[in-house]
């Protein structure tokens, strides 16, 4: 069956959501002291207190499980952003700062960053679905800075090359290919193309949304992404 044919899961009980919590948990803990490499299913498993055949009924596999926890740690971020929205006094200003929030929170944890990343890039087609809402969960925390609920198929162009540049970025300063101060300044340079897609009189406008960006899901914090770890 493959990801476009994969039909929908319902939705999970409380007690099902708490242990997909927990496996999360137990994810963002191992790569976040060991990296890839250190998120065996096993030892998921026997951290979250699960059975490996039910950890594998939640994530078929180590790259959904990662693509899962980086879709975990984006909506942390957006909830902290919409409680601390960025302060530029325009949207490209905005989005440079959220972006680089964003980017700072990875870097307390570099481990974990690296481990999702790695996840994203090694990805096939049956892990679609959920790359995709990671895309959506990017996207909508650029259009919360940007203060757009209604943005034109040319502020969405945008966007994704602002989201594909924050993506390379974070690539190469993992490698050690990019210093901050490098990232910084290709955040801010990208960002620019949101005022030359602006319509005509609303270059710089608009103020971030606080609450129901569009294609923003919702849900409980991790611990990974709390205030002072992870947290932008």
Avoid at 87 to 114: H, I, N
Wanted: charged residues 20%.
């Amino acid at each position: 069956m493959t990801a476009e044919e994969r039909p929908a899961s319902p939705p999970l009980t409380e007690r099902q959501e708490a242990r997909r919590r927990r496996i999360l948990h137990a994810s963002a803990q191992l790569a976040g002291r060991g990296g890839f490499d250190a998120v065996q299913m096993r030892e998921v498993a026997d951290a979250a207190g699960v059975a490996l055949g039910t950890l594998y009924r939640y994530f078929p596999s180590k790259i959904h499980l990662l693509v899962a926890t980086m879709q975990d740690q984006l909506q942390h971020m957006h909830t902290t952003l919409r409680k601390r929205p960025p302060a530029g006094d325009t949207s490209a200003e905005r989005v440079a700062e959220t972006l680089m929030r964003a980017f700072r929170a990875l870097q307390r944890e570099p481990q974990l960053a690296d481990a999702m990343v790695r996840a994203l890039t090694f990805a096939d087609r049956s892990v679609s679905p959920e790359v995709d809402t990671v895309s959506r969960l990017t996207t909508a925390i650029i259009l919360d800075a940007m203060g757009l609920e209604h943005p034109t198929p040319q502020q969405l162009s945008a966007v994704r090359v602002i989201e594909h540049t924050w993506h390379s970025a974070l690539i190469t300063w993992l490698s050690g290919r990019a210093s901050i101060a490098q990232v910084k300044i290709d955040i801010e340079t990208v960002c620019r193309l949101i005022d030359l897609t602006a319509p005509s009189g609303q270059a710089g406008q608009g103020r971030p949304a606080a609450q129901n960006a569009p294609g923003a899901p919702s849900g409980p914090a991790t611990p990974a992404a709390a205030e002072g770890r992870g947290a932008v």
